[in-house]
């Protein structure tokens, strides 16, 4: 079974920092870009940051300059570093992106992380 699998979350007191990391289970990454999420309460899932496969990134203005997402191909595993964290940044994360398994051919499809919480408080 496919899964992609976060940690990394918690407590955090504003200008902190913490280390997100979601890793491919049961499957590869497919090549395509991954991303990191978050959702406040209350509010609409965000597209924090995106990695290509050859390592081109993109962030929301709310974190450029704060955040770096990296990706390990060989290990399947994809990181957003997050520093001088604040308050605003209060939410959960979620990892996403496309991943493929052997099953006769292979397959892939579109897969979210469970979520991890990541609070930030002032």
């Known amino acids: 079974q496919v899964h992609l699998v976060e940690s990394g979350g918690g407590l955090v007191q504003a200008g902190g920092s913490l280390r997100l990391s979601c890793a491919a289970s049961g499957g590869i990454f497919s090549g395509n870009a991954m991303n990191w999420y978050r959702q406040a309460p209350g509010k609409q899932r965000e597209l924090v940051a995106r990695?290509?496969?050859?390592?081109?990134?993109n962030y929301a203005d709310s974190v450029k300059g704060r955040f770096t997402i990296s990706r390990d191909n060989a290990k399947n595993t994809v990181d957003l570093q997050m520093n001088n964290l604040k308050p605003e940044d209060t939410a959960v994360y979620y990892c996403?992106?496309?991943?493929?398994?052997?099953?006769?051919?292979?397959?892939?499809?579109?897969?979210w992380g469970q979520g991890t919480q990541v609070t930030v408080s002032s």
């Open positions: 996403n992106g496309d991943v493929k398994w052997l099953s006769g051919y292979w397959r892939v499809n579109n897969y």
């Open positions: 990695i290509t496969s050859s390592g081109t990134t």
